[in-house]
């Protein structure tokens, strides 16, 4: 079990280590990456540490004029709408993100026998923050370009593909155990337009890494009727939100897949008896995976109370240790 946004906003110790550090210069520092991504696993004793990054790390390190605004998110400063603004998206090289490897370094030296899952952004919900700008409901402009310019959106998609790779590449072959592919606003699509303008360069990446021979893990929010697909596109384990049960999940799934998942986060601001409840439905519903790791639905909230987390983690151990 481990918990995705297991480090950050939710930590005391976190805000005191970030102070007034911009989070994307925070994600370039090694001794604070390693701090904040260790800072979970000494509090709750998770079973992994999650890499402290964020998935537009990559696109800032080739030179794109972005910024994480509080409150907000990434924001693009120049949306790419065109031919022109694609051939701003280069390869990743590895001195691009010298400090990936660093940080990743002194991480796996301070786990010992812990994995730590690295993580990059998807190609679609890195298409949709470059195209729109920022943080999109209805993801107008991005929809427009997949459905009306195909051939600019697979130039679009390869690129982007092929940096999301380059960045999962860097943590892998400095000592990341897992990776995660976050595919965060994917869900906004149906299955047919999945399956066509998406999966194929999902399943690229995917089928790059499988020379790793490291675990690799796709999640996206709201994919219930993409789940299958999701699985298809070459993860091992399928990630699941709150909206599924993971027995329902684990039919939708072809065989020989995990799951991941499924505590709604805003659960954990209930009483401790329902959290406690709905886990152990969960834990019990998780058994018709061929494997199951415990997480969250999606990240921990930022004032998630750390204590309740310390508990449901115990508690997780407990009801699985037999």
């Not at 280069?90 to 994995?115: F, S």
Request: contains cysteine; negative net charge.
């Amino acid at each position: 079990m481990w918990y995705m946004r297991q480090a950050g906003r939710s930590l005391p110790e976190y805000r005191q280590v970030r102070g007034d550090v911009p989070m994307l210069e925070s994600c370039t520092r090694p001794d604070m990456v390693t701090e904040i991504t260790m800072q979970p696993v000494r509090r709750y004793d998770v079973d992994a540490a999650i890499f402290f990054s964020d998935i537009v790390v990559p696109l800032k390190a080739i030179g794109i004029d972005l910024d994480i605004k509080p409150g907000v998110g990434p924001v693009v400063e120049d949306p790419i709408r065109g031919a022109g603004d694609i051939k701003r998206l280069r390869d990743i090289e590895p001195d691009d993100v010298h400090y990936i490897t660093e940080a990743v370094d002194q991480i796996v030296g301070e786990l010992g026998d812990k994995p730590l899952v690295g993580f990059a952004g998807a190609p679609f919900t890195l298409a949709s923050y470059l195209i729109e700008g920022g943080p999109s409901k209805n993801h107008e402009h991005t929809k427009a370009l997949m459905y009306g310019e195909p051939e600019l959106w697979d130039e679009l998609m390869r690129r982007l593909a092929s940096i999301s790779l380059g960045f999962l590449r860097t943590q892998i072959e400095a000592g990341a155990s897992a990776v995660q592919l976050f595919d965060s606003w994917v869900g906004a699509l149906s299955a047919e337009d999945y399956r066509a303008l998406v999966m194929p360069y999902t399943s690229w990446i995917f089928g790059q890494l499988s020379e790793y021979e490291v675990p690799r893990i796709h999640f996206g929010v709201g994919t219930g009727e993409l789940l299958g697909l999701l699985g298809e596109s070459g993860a091992d384990v399928v990630g699941v939100d709150w909206r599924v049960p993971l027995d329902k999940a684990a039919q939708r799934v072809q065989p020989g897949l995990a799951l991941q998942g499924n505590l709604d986060p805003a659960t954990l601001f209930a009483p401790w008896e329902v959290v406690a409840d709905r886990t152990r439905d969960i834990l019990s519903r998780g058994r018709a995976a061929e494997g199951h790791i415990f997480n969250l639905g999606h990240g921990v909230l930022p004032t998630t109370d750390p204590t309740m987390l310390e508990r449901l983690t115990a508690f997780v151990h407990e009801e699985t240790a037999h």
